[in-house]
């Protein structure tokens, strides 16, 4: 059997290399399927370089550069179907802790506030992220792609404070205001400009903007500033007690 010596092997190295093939792994891979057909395939009076470039047409239609984009591609469909499998996990879990926590709440059992706690932290944490990151390759335009970002990020604050409220923690108020805030004087007006402005999405845009705004509006009346009407009687009652 034919076999290839190293001053061949570093052409074919680097013709490999000139034909746009960047990624190392890749590269020696390619050379070792070339050699092993090419030593396969010559015969005694054969030229290498004539055989050699019969050998390597096997592998593109077009350009050899194929096969390195071809490799991307599928490695970040790979990733994406391990993505989208961990938000599917991370919302299932969530969702489902969520629900049996609101139980134990209500009932007051003991272990409602560690389940409370771990189904929105997996949500806010685990689940938006993924979506997010899963979402964004779907979007071309770069606005789509901040605008979505900057949801995700408010709601992912609306959900860690309410986690805070209901855990009595400090900062719950703060961060309360500032995910409506944003939401309300930000992310609104620029996702509704943002839609309104494409023809394809200018009713989904409108329809969606009344929907937010109503979401907006009853977090809204549910945000205390300052004492409530119920807490300051309370707090006059004892005065005058005392």
């Given amino acids: 059997m034919y076999c290839i010596t190293e001053e061949q092997i570093e052409f074919i190295l680097n013709d490999i290399r000139r034909n746009g093939i960047e990624t190392e792994d890749l590269q020696y891979n390619l050379l070792d399927h070339i ?11 054969d030229h290498f370089e004539d055989v050699y470039r019969q050998v390597i047409k ?10 390195e984009v071809e490799t991307q591609y599928l490695l970040t469909f790979k990733n994406y179907y391990v993505m ?6 991370s919302g299932a879990f969530s969702a489902f802790v969520l629900l049996v926590g609101s139980i134990f709440k209500i009932m007051h059992w003991p272990g409602a506030g560690i389940l409370l706690v ?28 901040w605008i979505l970002g900057l949801g995700v990020a408010m709601g992912a604050l ?16 703060i961060m ?7 939401s309300s004087l930000l992310l609104l007006p620029l996702y509704f400009l943002n839609g309104i402005s494409n023809p394809d999405k200018k009713l989904n845009t409108i329809v969606t903007t009344f929907i937010l705004i109503g979401v907006l509006g ?18 006059e009652q004892q005065h005058v007690e005392r």
């Fill in 58 to 67: 096997q592998f593109y239609k077009t350009e050899l550069k194929e096969i």
């Fill in 176 to 182: 309360w205001i500032v995910g409506l805030g944003v």
């Fill in 35 to 45: 050699c092993c057909i090419i030593e396969q395939s010559i015969r005694e009076g």
């Fill in 118 to 145: 771990s189904g929105i932290a997996s949500f806010s944490l685990f689940f938006l992220p993924i979506l997010f990151l899963l979402k964004a390759k779907e979007l071309k335009s770069a606005n789509d792609k």
């Fill in 218 to 235: 009853v977090l809204l009346t549910l945000t205390q500033i300052g004492k409530s009407p119920a807490d300051k009687t309370a707090y």
């Fill in 84 to 89: 989208k499998k961990l938000m599917m996990i």
């Fill in 158 to 173: 609306l959900c860690l404070s309410a986690m805070f409220k209901v855990m009595h923690w400090p900062g719950a108020n």
